[in-house]
């Protein structure tokens, strides 16, 4: 036995109505070593589950410390994408100005092209005509005097 079991605390009453021989303090002995040997396998256990543990958190911590680095890697690869996206959006408003101001062209274009056809009509033609050709007369009258 250890020296642990030599002054267990007993009170006097208890200790006087014991009535210890050998076979008893042996009895005692042997079960004061079994519980000795209970805690020390609890406590291996405890101590074997603890290293199990620590095993396990290191083995997290290197799988957290990858998905941080890997997530630094997407946040940098995020922020180029942005970056893109705004010169894109950029030149997608630059295009989209170009386009309203090709569809204004288009509308005048459209609007002289209807002009030139009321124009080259061939009523107008035959009437710029008939005026040339009026003109053509009185100048010459004026001219050459009367025919």
């Known amino acids: 036995m250890s020296d642990r079991y030599e ?4 009170s006097d009453k208890t200790r006087e109505g014991m009535s210890l021989n050998i076979d008893d303090l042996g009895a005692i002995g042997r079960m004061l070593s079994l ?3 209970v805690y020390e396998e609890q406590f ?11 095993r396990l958190m290191e083995g997290q911590q290197k799988v957290s410390n990858y998905i941080l680095v890997e997530l630094k890697s997407l946040k940098a690869d995020i922020s180029q994408l942005s970056d893109k996206v705004g010169s894109l959006e950029n030149k997608v408003g630059e295009i989209a100005r170009i386009v309203d101001n090709t569809k204004n062209d288009v ?4 609007l ?28 010459m009258r004026w001219i050459h005097g009367p025919f």
């Open 7 to 10: 002054n267990i605390p007993l």
């Open 35 to 37: 519980q000795d040997n």
């Open 44 to 54: 291996g256990d405890i101590s074997r589950l603890l290293k199990q543990h620590a």
């Open 107 to 110: 509308s005048n274009l459209q």
């Open 112 to 139: 002289e092209v209807a002009s030139l056809k009321q124009r080259n009509s061939f009523l107008n033609i035959v009437i710029r005509i008939g005026i040339g050709l009026g003109l053509g007369f009185i100048i």
